[in-house]
């Protein structure tokens, strides 16, 4: 069975940094793609970024790009993304989600999220 598991998202002030970290069980993540969404409350899921399965390529959306970047460990059958530079918009539940390429909108897999919260 495939899961994925999102850890890394707390509390922290605005300017502040946070790595979030997706592991996958059940499969190996070198066949896949990855996606960090996010859904702040009453709002819409959004994506975040991605990463192709090789991790050569790599998009953000506009509000992250400079301050997210989105790597993988094959090895260690992880994908990260580290936020740098956060602010109080960045607040939401992020997930991660495996599928086949980048934008193929067909996911094999979701985590169960992680809270982010910017403020202070």
């Known amino acids: 069975q495939l899961q994925l598991a999102e850890s890394g998202g707390g509390l922290v002030q605005p300017g502040g940094s946070l790595r979030l970290s997706c592991v996958a069980s059940g499969f190996t993540l070198d066949y896949y793609a990855i996606g960090w969404f996010r859904q702040a409350p009453g709002k819409e899921r959004e994506g975040v970024s991605c990463?192709?399965?090789?991790?050569?390529?790599?998009n953000y959306a506009d509000s992250v790009k400079g301050r997210f970047t989105i790597s993988r460990d094959n090895a260690k059958n992880t994908v990260y993304l580290q936020m740098n530079s956060l602010k109080p918009e960045d607040t939401a539940i992020y997930y991660c989600a495996a599928e086949s390429f980048c934008g193929s909108m067909w996911y094999d897999a979701w985590g169960q999220g992680t809270q982010v919260t910017v403020s202070g």
């Open positions: 990463i192709n399965d090789s991790g050569a390529s790599t």
